[in-house]
């Protein structure tokens, strides 16, 4: 093919683009969803972010654990470092994400008004012939990080640090500690030589005290360090036809390694029943509805979903009961084009997490 025949099939695109340009509709920002035929969008189906708050234990033993009964008289330390997990609390946020099995496209006709559609980033309908801001993703809970392992031999004296032996030096400091606590009860009593009037300094000389004694202390005894782990995973529910109830294993959580894979069986398993509650108004075959129906195929589609309640639980107990919209249960409706015809430009707003209606003007 010569240059010339390739420009002027450049110039004949060229001038169709710009002819269906300016009959157009317009469209909102999320261009990938554009074509020159109209709008493609998608309808949402229910995903179920799981929410996990849980409380991580760090034991850490101490140098002289071997001598904490012998010099302490302190049975039973921790000897070797260890981790447990604890499930505080549970919580679901239903999330829509685009259902692959609802694209559909809103054609541009001549007789239509021109409707403003948004979008989200990934395709869904949030609105038509109205601006409708994405909403944000919903806030998880604040972690809060464990606090800093003390380090006792910061408050050795240097006799302790001198000893030539750790079970020299376990010695020493279990009369270091003994020493502190005598000194404490002194100043509580008012009995110590150095007792301060001043309210405020005496609360400074226990605070100080306290310290050391917990730091040397927990050379003995060890230390736990908790902090607070918040776990976040998306799970898509399975639905079986004909299921009452819908028991399916959600996860499961350690209380050694905490949130672990669902074919590690380390962790006990939690299991997600989902049942729909109520029922939706029964199609009914009718013959004039029907036809209607089948004028309006060139409508826009919307969700209608349905109620289901959802409880989470283990072996023993449930730890979780709540009800919430899922799409995957209810079903899937149109509105007539014939509300966006040249006379009417309704607008109308979508539940960004369900697809379904809104609002209507």
Request: glycine share 4%; hydrophobic share 40%.
């Amino acid at each position: 093919m010569n240059q010339d025949v390739m420009k002027k099939l450049l110039l004949i695109v060229m001038a169709a683009c710009s002819t269906i340009a300016a009959a157009q509709t317009e469209v909102s920002a999320f261009r990938p969803g554009v074509t020159i035929d109209g709008v493609n969008y998608f309808l949402p189906k229910t995903v179920l972010r799981v929410v996990m708050v849980a409380e991580k234990t760090v034991t850490l033993p101490g140098e002289f654990a071997p001598y904490a009964d012998r010099y302490l008289r302190q049975a039973d330390v921790p000897t070797v470092e260890s981790t447990s997990w604890t499930l505080k609390s549970l919580s679901l946020i239903p999330i829509g994400v685009p259902d692959s099995t609802k694209a559909y496209n809103i054609k541009v006709k001549a007789k239509t008004s021109a409707p403003l559609v948004s979008l989200t980033d990934d395709g869904l309908l949030i609105g038509i012939n109205t601006e409708v801001e994405q909403e944000p993703a919903p806030a998880l809970p604040a972690s809060v990080a464990a606090p800093k392992a003390v380090n006792g031999r910061d408050f050795m004296t240097h006799d302790i640090l001198a000893a030539g032996s750790t079970a020299k030096m376990a010695q020493l400091t279990a009369e270091e500690i003994y020493d502190i606590r005598d000194s404490r009860n002194a100043l509580i009593r008012g009995e110590a030589d150095n007792t301060p009037k001043d309210g405020a300094q005496l609360k400074l000389m226990l605070d100080n005290l306290d310290q050391q004694l917990h730091s040397l202390e927990s050379l003995f005894k060890g230390q736990q360090l908790t902090s607070t782990e918040v776990i976040s995973f998306d799970y898509e529910p399975v639905f079986t036809a004909g299921d009452a109830d819908n028991r399916q294993m959600l996860c499961r959580f350690s209380q050694r390694l905490g949130l672990v894979d669902a074919d590690d069986l380390s962790g006990e398993p939690l299991w997600l029943t989902i049942k729909a509650v109520g029922s939706l108004p029964q199609v009914v075959d009718d013959p004039d509805a029907a036809k209607k129906k089948a004028k309006m195929e060139q409508g826009v589609y919307v969700n209608q979903p349905q109620r289901a309640q959802i409880v989470i639980s283990d072996a023993r107990q449930a730890l979780l009961t709540t009800e919430i919209p899922v799409c995957q249960l209810g079903t899937t409706e149109v509105l007539s084009d014939a509300l966006f015809n040249k006379k009417m430009e309704t607008r109308v707003t979508l539940h960004q997490n369900t697809g379904s209606v809104k609002n209507i003007e």
